[in-house]
């Protein structure tokens, strides 16, 4: 046999390196060619929301399957799933027969958690509004390993019936875009598991604090004179309303208030009260009201007099005579009872003149003057 030299070898590899790479680049490009075959871009269009998908699926059904959207909770679909899938297409999921479009909503996310939500109208806090969803048995359904579950979420007081693929209550939050912050009550909590059947209620919690301006009413102070005719009053200065500003910790769960603290007032205004000059009743007349006021008892100061009779008695502007009048000592707590039968007093800031008998059963009478309430 002959020597096989050294150059032909090197030859024989060359081309058999030659033939190993143009096989390696063929098998690529049949490849690449069989996958831009194959790869479709069509829109999606989900509860009037359009998305672009770029898909290998060769079907309508197949693509409905690796979006997470599942034909047997109702919905429609145009083309009909069993239509073979071509580049371009619009695919269009609409909602369950005999439901209004804009009463309903589909999202599909990224991760492949679906949500389909009937918006419930008016606003339901207690979640009680009607029966939920019933367009398929929802148990015979899934979305690849994960089923789809018919619940109801009270979100912020509205009630969505929704049916949805997410495992737990906070996926199907945050695919339905609801992010509750902090102070936000989320029940069950966000990590319980969810299953056919429960309602989910997410609460709007905030905590505020108002400032409630409120008027203080002006009091009427008046003085009884003789000098005027009987039944007349006069007013010499007119009262002022005063102002305050009361502050409140306000907690309001879902927009209306739940609670509300004191936590301070502010005076900005005190009141000014009216003065007045007013005739006494006549002796054979009288009002169990303060005229002007409508009040039945009053504070203010008692003097004590010498009437030319004894016993426990009184002289005041306006109470019909025979009227029993409690009057209380503020300093002591010390009262008396006493029987109006005269008119009287007429001095600024006195409410009544009481007999020696009556003013010693409160204090001596080299006191003088009482601050008093009296009551009848």
Avoid: C
């Amino acid at each position: 046999m002959g020597e096989i030299r050294p150059t032909r070898v090197r030859r024989l590899r060359i081309r058999r390196a030659v033939q190993a790479t143009s096989l390696a680049v063929g098998i690529a490009v049949v490849g690449a060619t069989l996958t831009l075959a194959v790869r479709k871009d069509v829109t999606l269009v989900l509860a009037g929301q359009a998305q672009p998908i770029s898909t290998t699926s060769s079907s309508v059904a197949e693509l409905l399957e690796s979006t997470g959207v599942p034909l047997s909770v109702g919905l429609q679909v145009e083309p009909p799933p069993a239509t073979a899938l071509v580049d371009g297409m619009t695919v269009v999921v609409s909602p369950p027969p005999g439901l209004p479009a804009e009463a309903f909503s589909a999202t599909v996310t990224p991760e492949g958690v679906g949500v389909w939500v009937v918006e419930r109208a008016g606003r339901e806090p207690n979640g009680k509004a009607a029966p939920l969803l019933d367009v398929v048995p929802t148990s015979a359904v899934g979305v690849g390993d994960s089923p789809v579950a018919a619940v109801r979420a009270v979100v912020f007081g509205k009630v969505h019936d929704v049916l949805t693929n997410a495992g737990t209550i906070g996926s199907l939050l945050s695919a339905m875009g609801i992010r509750p912050d902090a102070d936000d009550r989320v029940a069950p909590p966000p990590h319980t598991p969810l299953h056919d059947g429960a309602v989910v209620r997410v609460d709007e919690v905030r905590v505020l604090v108002r400032r409630v301006p409120s008027p203080i009413a002006f009091g009427v102070r008046t003085t009884y004179t003789t000098e005027l005719a009987p039944g007349s009053v006069r007013v010499v200065r007119p009262g002022r309303a005063g102002l305050r500003i009361d502050r409140f910790r306000v907690t309001l769960v879902n927009g209306l208030e739940v609670s509300r603290v004191p936590l301070g007032t502010r005076l900005v205004r005190p009141p000014v009260p009216e003065l007045r000059l007013a005739a006494p009743e006549p002796m054979s007349a009288g009002t169990l009201r303060e005229p002007g006021t409508g009040a039945t008892a009053q504070r203010g100061e008692a003097t004590w007099y010498d009437p030319p009779w004894s016993g426990a008695t009184a002289a005041h502007p306006f109470l019909p005579f025979g009227t029993r009048v409690v009057v209380t000592d503020l300093a002591s707590g010390r009262s008396v009872t006493v029987v109006v039968n005269d008119r009287g007093p007429f001095a600024p800031g006195r409410i009544i003149d009481l007999s020696p008998e009556a003013f010693a059963a409160l204090a001596p009478l080299g006191r003088g003057v009482l601050r008093v309430a009296i009551d009848w």
